[in-house]
């Protein structure tokens, strides 16, 4: 276990759908990141949390909304997807503050398959 | 920006034969370079890291070694065993920036 826990594992829902993943790490870390895996295509930094402040947005769809409540729990709302948004969604903390230095914990993922 | 390139995508060894994934960087700025493991099913973990003023580095079967002239790094893994079947994630950091290479498939057959 690398201390960072994501829920559901998987997600199916249809393109008018409103769903939510959910991340929580026990790490005591600072920092939290949504990252994006698709096929044959590079992990795809979304957003990043410092302190529950947003510093990054990576010119990511409105479709998608995130929420850093505490420094222990992030969530990625969705709604209105398209299919091309299906894709392995990844949650991941560093112990530092942002800093492309910081060693990632990631947690296993959601795959989320948007029809 | 960087940009990451990441060859073989796939690599399939014998095991016990040793491994070798390469990539190269763009930014000549970029000063700290991780390598990240990722097994199915899982998220990806940080196997090893190197920084911009060391050469080389190696932990038990792992190296990887860095031309920072060249910009272009690479993870050396020895005595592979089926255990080292995964999706290998280089990258580099420029600024507060993790880019992420393309990954490598490798599967170790016993």
């Known amino acids: 276990e690398t201390g960072v826990t994501q829920t559901p594992r998987h997600l199916v829902m249809g393109m008018t759908n409103k769903k939510s993943l959910k991340c929580e790490q026990h790490l005591g870390h600072n920092a939290m990141y949504w990252y994006k895996q698709s096929a044959k295509k590079p992990l795809e930094l979304m957003f990043v949390y410092s302190l529950e402040e947003r510093v990054e947005n990576n010119s990511v769809p409105s479709r998608f909304s995130p929420e850093c409540p505490n420094s222990s729990h992030l969530f990625l709302h969705l709604h209105t997807l398209q299919p091309e948004d299906s894709a392995l969604y990844l949650c991941?903390?560093?112990?530092?503050?942002?800093?492309?230095?910081?060693?990632?914990?990631f947690g296993s993922g959601t795959q989320l398959s948007v029809l | 920006g960087e940009n990451v390139e990441q060859h073989p995508s796939t690599l399939s060894v014998q095991e016990g034969d040793s491994a070798v994934i390469k990539c190269t960087y763009s930014d000549s700025a970029s000063n700290y370079f991780p390598w990240y493991k990722q097994e199915l099913g899982k998220g990806p973990q940080l196997i090893i890291d190197i920084r911009s003023n060391v050469g080389e580095k190696k932990d038990q079967r792992i190296a990887v070694t860095l031309n920072k002239t060249a910009k272009h790094f690479s993870l050396h893994i020895t005595e592979t065993q089926p255990e080292d079947s995964a999706v290998y994630f280089c990258a580099a950091t420029s600024g507060n920036m993790l880019t992420f290479g393309g990954g490598t498939r490798l599967m170790v057959k016993p």
């Open positions: 991941a903390s560093s112990q530092g503050g942002v800093g492309g230095n910081e060693k990632l914990f």
